[in-house]
């Protein structure tokens, strides 16, 4: 009985696959935050009035916030005025063509096995590739232009669509949200900016892969997503982070706006550094993301497959104002060694009809802490809402914690909220029969794991579900205590 | 008995049923059969009263009244019974009571007395005996913890006892071993007479060769494509429905 | 809320040590009020509470006899009206009652001297009387401690705590009654502390009826030795504010309890339950099952939280809670929560918010039931799930009475119901 054990405990030991560093000069501003430094970041991105004016709004707001400590997680002071805001590798001009772009990033992404190359258009995927906080990539845009569509980066978009962002940004999430909201408000580098017109299907993913790297930087990135009238959209993210021993800190902000019938499908891979077996070292994942079905009968969908990091604030969610309108929550949440994860969605019913499903999978091995924490809030107008939210938990181990924490409020009678939440473990006995069917004990978990967040796993695009698979099955094999 | 001229219904905005016509005469057994999603299940429930769906077109009557003014339970007293496809579970009321108020209500209606707790017991096991069920039926919460079978054990019964004149019977034979299927066919062949008329409606002929149909009608996407006698039930287990979906596109 | 005058008014209880009782006025001074900020009051505003100013202690007994509550109270009984200890009407003391206002007790945990919440501060400060059960037999018949407040009661404040210890191997029945016979405004803080030791019973069913004014606080604290076993039902027929704060500890290995709840708030009741189940020994079992049944502009909050410890493994927890919201004034909030750091254990929670089934209800009247009756069967059906989770027969039907009168149920319909389930009980 103590044999697969041991070679499970041997299986976890396993070193973080993309921990590297890449050898860049960056543009980087010295750390610490002030009124100035804002103004400086606003300043480089030849930013319009606006942006610099919200920013400072923010700035001012966020002064006066501290930081959050209900979520379920330990971890020491961050010292904000440490951290250095703004770094951009070197390079002055947008690159017109990959020939153009550092073959030190070009050789970065093809160790992380990202393709940025032809075959990307074979695989139907667009990639606004992050390094750091500046985009310096984006491809097929041409493409997406004659349909319409608008996908570039965050700062191309404040350059050329000014009127967009001035009429959607903060609309979602405000810059007095929460104290890392406003943070990124404030000083928020790059991130992606995606419209897409009435009635247009966006014929393919999104992709964007955000990557960390420059030492003590922290990433503050910020995602828009317009799917106007009857418009569809499909947007992957995904990031990996080279293996260092400080703690990196990370705030970003998504918002999405789905107008009547409109469809946004938003898919996430995190898998930044953790963090070593003992703890050390590992990003601060502090995100809000937040959707809204603006329009009747919109729906949106968030799908997250959460390995990484070695602390995760996460809980994107669904503002339901249309009738009609679906708001979904697929999660695995993974932690192993000392991760801990607080995460979880909040599902918010205005509109009449509206209709939320929230599937929670939560693995927690080694000394990990794995929560979730919901809310499913009802409105007294929100005749014929619906929720239904299922939590399941897997503990590996004895000394890992799993908590369930949902919150549910009703006001409307003729509303329907069901939750249902359980724990269980691997089995002996299911070890025990996949090993007499000749299956070793790391594929047998693996399969087991697998199996679990199938429910959540499907829900991801073709191209993301592989990639999410093999993660899963790197991450969690051999926690059976 | 009962008449349906051009039923169209939907639920929440979908069509579900597009054009129904269908008309039953006393002491008739009329069988519809339909692949999945067809709308076999939301036609009973329309029949029998259900506020989900709304009636878009078309209309209904039962013994000359038009059926659309009524409420579910006022149908029941005039002697519409569905046998549902999926009995619901009640915890916290006993099957006993639930008889007990189904049969009052019924009496009341008809102007008769309410029965007396003993009287109706003895009622009760009688019927029971003939569908095999024993005692401790009465005393369990509604369909709580009970199996497939035992749902559908439980349907019959209240059919035995309320003695409807319209059985609507959804799925009756879904869930059931083949022994049990006997006992509830014979459960309701006893009912049949010259003034009673059944529904039945099934995806399997299994359950037509213990009570055989006088008409067969074939549904497909809300409407009947085909009727005709027993025989093309028969047909519709040789062939598969493919052959019918066929016709109904070719003309 | 409370003065420094009402608590140097305060009758001085010979049982109850006048250090410890200043100790805990000042430290209760110096706490803040909780507010909806705090995450444990965050749908309970005491704002109002603040605001009422109390005059009164508890006052001395008044005229009152136990025919005033439509309940049978067996002779096996200790009676408290206005917070104030009543001999005529209790049965006697023995050796093993301790009264509080008569004698110290043999023990206080630890955890009542150094009361840390605000409401048990101000307990200990202001006691009024409190009774200390020292069971050491069986008994077939319940024990029965009854609180009563009359119209007298207007702004005064009771407090009351209570200690239960059922010593090894003993299984014991304790049913506690609080009942406002008048919609005074007044404010009432219960604290009952209950040890089982190794293999000891108790079945413990706490009944509530406050006034539509009153504010009733109470917190029990349960601690589970080895092979121990805690059936705790809490029937709460609302207040204006009604808070019940229940923790269950199993501490010994086989401890196993089950906590359940009903709640019928209706008008502008509030009905606040809090409870937490900690799993610290191997081999404990937990079942907690809370319904609610929220009709006005009430509101019901059920915040169940169960801890399995790293060193509980094999533990088993379930956790159940169902609201039905009768309209769209009233408010329903649950919070079932787990946390747990032990693989090997065996957790499933649930909860339901929303309003009568409506399968259940087209099929009651498919079968010929007026909407009506079939929607109070419907809600009488759901309140009934829990109530039968008691053993005692004749409590359960007074009871069922009791429910039945609150929700305005058609009486006939509902005695029907429990004529069939005599019947079944002849065959």
């Known amino acids: ?135 310096v990539a984006t491809t097929f845009k041409d493409k997406l232009n004659e349909m319409g569509i608008i996908f570039c980066s ?130 601060y994942n502090f995100v809000t993301k937040r959707g809204e079905c603006r329009g009747h009968h919109s729906k949106i969908s968030w799908t997250q497959v959460e390995t990484g990091s070695a602390i995760t604030w996460k809980y994107p969610s669904v503002i339901l104002k ?8 697929y999660s695995v949440a993974l932690t192993n060694h000392h991760q801990q994860a607080d995460t979880g969605t909040k599902m918010i019913h205005i509109g009449q009809h509206t209709k939320s499903t929230v599937i929670a999978k939560g693995i927690s091995a080694g000394f990990a802490q794995n929560t979730y924490r919901g809310l499913i809030k009802v409105l007294a107008h929100a005749d014929g809402a619906h929720n239904y939210t299922r939590c399941d938990s897997l503990l590996m181990g004895t000394h890992c914690g799993a908590h369930t924490f949902p919150h549910i409020e009703s006001k409307n009678s003729r509303a329907r909220i069901e939750h249902e939440a359980s724990t269980s473990k691997i089995s002996e006995d299911q070890l025990f029969y996949l090993a007499q069917r000749g299956i070793d004990t790391e594929n047998a978990v693996s399969m087991i794991v697998n199996g679990f967040c199938k429910e959540v796993m499907k829900t991801l695009p073709m191209e993301f579900a592989v990639e999410a698979r093999k993660l899963l099955g790197l991450s969690l094999e051999g926690s059976i205590g | 008995m009962l008449t349906i001229k051009n039923l169209q219904a939907s639920i929440e905005d979908k069509a579900i049923l597009k054009g129904i016509h269908l008309s039953i005469k006393p002491g008739e057994v009329h069988a519809i059969m339909g692949p999945n999603g067809s709308g076999k299940s939301t036609l009973a429930n329309v029949l029998a009263g259900r506020e989900e769906y709304q009636i878009t077109a078309g209309t209904m009557h039962y013994q000359g009244i038009d059926l659309s003014t009524l409420t579910a339970d006022e149908r029941a007293h005039l002697g519409l019974f569905l046998s549902f496809q999926y009995p619901v579970e009640i915890p916290g009321v006993s ?42 039926y009465l005393y369990r919460d509604v369909n709580s913890g009970f199996s497939g079978g035992e749902k559908k054990r439980n349907e ?63 549904l497909s996407e809300g409407k009947i494509v085909a009727e005709g006698d027993y025989t093309l039930a028969t047909q519709l287990e040789a062939e598969g429905y493919e052959p019918f979906l066929q016709k109904k596109t070719g003309g | 809320m409370i003065s420094q005058s009402l608590f140097a008014a305060c009758a001085v209880l010979p049982g109850w ?69 009543n001999p005529a009407l209790s049965a006697p003391l023995n050796a093993e009652s301790y009264l509080l206002s008569q004698r110290a007790w043999p023990s206080i945990p630890k955890k009542q001297q150094t009361p840390v919440s605000y ?53 014991s029945e304790i049913v506690i009654v609080d009942w406002g016979l008048a919609d005074t405004t007044s404010l009432t803080t219960y604290v009952i502390d209950i040890e089982l030791s190794e293999g000891a019973e108790l079945n413990c069913i706490h009944l509530k009826k406050a006034g539509t004014q009153g504010y009733h606080i109470r917190q029990t604290h349960a601690h589970l030795a080895k092979n121990s076993h ?77 801890l399995i410890d790293a060193h509980a493994p094999d533990s088993i927890a379930n956790q159940q809670n169902k609201n039905i919201l009768l309209t769209s004034t009233g408010q329903a909030y649950a919070e079932p929560q787990l946390e747990i750091y032990n693989q090997n254990v065996q957790c499933i929670h649930g909860a339901t918010v929303g309003d009568i089934d409506a399968e259940a209800l087209f099929y009651l009247r498919s079968r010929g039931l007026s909407d009506e009756i079939a929607r109070q069967l419907l809600i009488f059906g759901f309140a009934r799930s829990i109530l039968e989770t008691i053993h005692d027969k004749s409590l359960q039907s007074e009871l069922a009475l009791w429910i039945k009168t609150h929700l305005a149920l058609d009486s006939e319909l509902i005695l029907d119901l429990y004529r069939e389930d005599d019947h079944e009980d002849i065959n």
């Not at chain 1, 050789?107 to 990307?120: A, D, F, R, V, W």
């Not at chain 2, 008889?99 to 009496?107: G, M, P, W």
């Not at chain 2, 319209?166 to 066919?185: K, N, Q």
């Not at chain 3, 502008?268 to 809090?274: A, G, L, M, T, V």
Request: glycine fraction near 6%; charge should be negative.
């Open chain 1, 1 to 135: 009985m103590t044999k697969p054990n041991e070679t499970l405990e041997n299986l976890l030991q396993q070193d973080y696959e993309h921990g590297f560093i890449t050898d860049i000069e960056s543009d980087t501003l010295p750390p610490g935050l002030n009124a100035d430094t804002v103004r400086a970041i606003s300043a480089k991105k030849n930013e319009p009035e606006f942006m610099l004016a919200w920013r400072l709004k923010a700035y001012e707001y966020w002064r006066h916030l501290t930081e959050p400590h209900w979520a379920h997680l330990k971890y020491g002071p961050i010292d904000y005025q440490a951290i250095s805001y703004y770094s951009a590798p070197k390079v002055t001009e947008g690159p017109k063509d990959l020939s153009e772009v550092d073959p030190k990033l070009i050789e970065t992404y093809n160790k992380l096995g990202i393709p940025l190359k032809e075959q990307e258009w074979l695989a139907g995927v667009a990639v606004d590739a992050v390094f750091d906080s500046i985009s």
């Open chain 2, 156 to 218: 019959i019964l209240q059919l035995l006892l309320l003695e409807p004149s319209l059985c609507i019977l959804d799925e009756t034979d879904s869930g059931l071993d083949i022994d049990a299927l006997r006992i509830v066919a014979e459960g309701i062949n006893l009912m049949r007479n010259e003034k009673r008329s059944i529904l039945l409606i099934t995806h399997y002929q299994r359950l037509l060769d213990y009570i055989k149909p006088d008409v067969v009608h074939i």
């Open chain 2, 95 to 136: 099957n006993l009571y639930l008889l007990k108020s189904a049969l009052n209500a019924k009496r009341k209606h008809m102007g008769l007395e309410e029965i007396d707790a003993i009287d109706f017991l003895s009622i009760v096991r009688e019927k029971m005996k003939l569908l095999h069920m024993d005692d401790s």
């Open chain 3, 119 to 171: 409401f048990e501060r101000l307990n200990a400060a202001m006691l009024s009387d409190g009774l200390y059960l020292d069971i050491k037999k069986n008994s077939n018949n319940p024990i029965y401690l009854v609180l009563l407040q009359d119209k007298t009661a207007e702004f005064s404040t009771h407090h009351l705590r209570h200690r239960i210890k059922v010593h090894a191997g003993i299984k």
């Open chain 1, 322 to 329: 249309g009738d009609y309108s679906v708001g979904e929550f």
């Open chain 3, 17 to 85: 040590d006048k250090h410890l009782r200043l100790d805990a006025w000042q430290n209760w001074q110096t706490m803040p009020l909780p507010t909806i900020r705090d995450e444990a009051w965050k749908y309970t505003n005491l704002a109002r509470l603040e605001k009422t100013i109390f005059i009164k202690p508890a006052t001395t007994p008044s005229s009152l006899t136990l025919n005033d509550i439509p309940l049978t109270i067996p002779e096996d009984r200790f009676c408290f009206i206005n917070g104030s200890f």
């Open chain 3, 230 to 306: 805690l059936n705790h039902f809490n029937f709460d027929f609302g207040a204006k504010l009604s808070r019940n704060e229940i923790s269950a500890w199993l501490q010994g290995e086989h401890a196993a309890c089950q906590l359940n709840g009903l709640a019928l708030a209706r008008a502008q009741d509030h009905i606040d339950n809090q409870t937490k189940i900690g799993h610290l020994a191997p081999k404990t079992n937990s079942l907690e099952q809370y319904r609610g049944i929220i009709d006005d502009k009430a509101c019901h909050i059920f915040h169940g939280h169960v």
């Open chain 1, 154 to 283: 965050f700062s191309d978009a404040v350059q050329n669509h000014p009127d967009l962002i001035q009429q959607y940004l903060g609309s979602v999430v405000p810059h007095t949200d929460n104290f890392f909201a406003s943070l990124n408000a404030a000083v928020f580098s790059d991130g992606s900016f995606v419209y897409i017109p009435p009635g247009v299907r966006c014929p393919m993913e999104l992709s964007t892969y955000f990557r960390i790297n420059a030492r003590s930087t922290g990433q503050f990135e910020r995602t828009l997503i317009i799917a106007d009238e009857g418009a569809y959209v499909s947007y992957l993210e995904g990031c990996t982070a080279p293996q260092r021993d400080e703690n990196q800190l990370h705030a970003a902000v998504v918002e999405l706006i789905a107008l009547d019938k409109a469809q946004i499908k938003y898919s996430t891979v995190q898998n930044w550094y953790p963090g070593d077996e003992n703890g050390v070292g590992g990003i």
